[in-house]
């Protein structure tokens, strides 16, 4: 759907006529552009104009997605997904633990489609209660993978800022050098008793020298690199160091080479000359040249010529079974029966 088609379900008002025009969503995922929301909601709650829910002014968040609804599950599902955070290790089996992912994908879907809301809604409230240990517990242990996280992305940050400005340093010394070896060619020539053709060789020879120290110098103002780490689900987190990212290739049993043997055709007739001795053999007297389109797409007069060869001696030794004769022969004979009538 195109940007521009849309359209309050209150006002009427399209983006396309509107071009500022900000829709926003609230829990019931109904979208209102912004000057409905504070002329409907002035006192700070009321009605939604299409499910009459009863909504607050300060609930009301830009909508993010095309389809309203897709906003509303985004919604509920953090929603329920900040009560309902255990984890593999939480549960003795890993069918417990598929049976409770179900279930909370159960608990949403019917919130989201208003399917049994108030069963669903009381399902919550006696879970919150009877785990709000283990939720507690496992919000505290999110919170603190998420401050090493921090402190990882940090370090790394400081790394990249630190070695920015060793290359910016070692940049401005490469111009200072560079400047110095220029005043002192310069001094040399105006002032050295030395020809002028050495001063200048020597002072190649300097700057090319400084040109090779200049990758040692930056390859190790680089710093080391930042230790990995894991999280308790053992995703790798920052660089990995003396590791590949791809797999070994699997070790395959020693199989047998394959071995090509031309296939035998029974003609049931004299055997067809080979198509590569058809030319000297003049077959092509009476046949067609293949062009250079034709040939360009692989055919050739000696495929025409060896096709035709072959359907042509192909059967000239073919015998007839017995049980064919005489049916043949009866059929004739019934034949002459009839002409005799």
Do not use: W
Not at 143 to 161: G, M, R, Y
Not at 210 to 237: R, W
Not at 328 to 333: D, G, I, L, R, T
Request: aromatic share 8%.
């Amino acid at each position: 759907m195109d940007g521009n088609d849309q359209t309050c379900p209150k006002c009427k008002t399209t983006k396309y006529r509107n071009p500022a025009m900000i829709l926003m969503v609230n829990a019931c995922g109904h979208a209102l552009c912004e000057s409905c929301v504070e002329l409907l909601f002035a006192k700070g709650s009321g009605a939604c104009p299409e499910c009459k829910c009863a909504l607050r002014r300060q609930n009301f968040r830009i909508q993010l997605f095309e389809d309203p609804a897709v906003d509303k599950e985004v919604d509920i599902r953090k929603r329920i997904l900040k009560e309902f955070n255990k984890r593999q290790e939480d549960f003795s089996t890993l069918r417990e633990y598929n049976d409770y992912l179900e279930e909370v994908e159960n608990i949403i879907f019917n919130l989201v489609f208003d399917v049994d809301s108030t069963n669903t809604n009381k399902m919550i409230d006696n879970y919150k209660k009877e785990n709000k240990d283990i939720t507690m517990k496992n919000r505290n242990r999110q919170s603190q993978e998420e401050i090493e996280l921090e402190e990882l992305l940090e370090a790394e940050k400081a790394q990249q800022s630190e070695k920015a400005n060793s290359y910016v340093n070692a940049e401005l010394e490469e111009k200072k050098q560079k400047h110095k070896a220029r005043e002192k060619l310069i001094d040399e020539l105006m002032f050295s008793d030395a020809d002028a053709k050495s001063i200048v060789a020597s002072h190649v020879q300097a700057t090319a020298a400084l040109a090779k120290e200049q990758p040692k110098a930056a390859a190790q103002a680089g710093g080391p690199v930042v230790k990995s780490s894991k999280f308790s689900s053992g995703i790798q987190i920052g660089l990995r160091q003396n590791t590949s990212s791809f797999l070994p290739i699997p070790k395959q049993q020693d199989l047998p080479l394959f071995h090509y043997s031309a296939p035998v055709f029974d003609y049931n007739g004299p055997s067809p000359p080979a198509i590569e001795v058809l030319g000297k053999l003049k077959y092509f007297a009476n046949i067609r040249a293949a062009n250079a389109t034709e040939r360009a797409g692989g055919y050739t007069e000696a495929l025409s010529c060896c096709r035709a060869l072959q359907e042509a001696m192909g059967g000239l030794f073919y015998i007839p079974q017995s049980g064919h004769k005489t049916a043949v022969a009866a059929s004739a004979e019934e034949t002459d029966d009839m002409e005799t009538a």
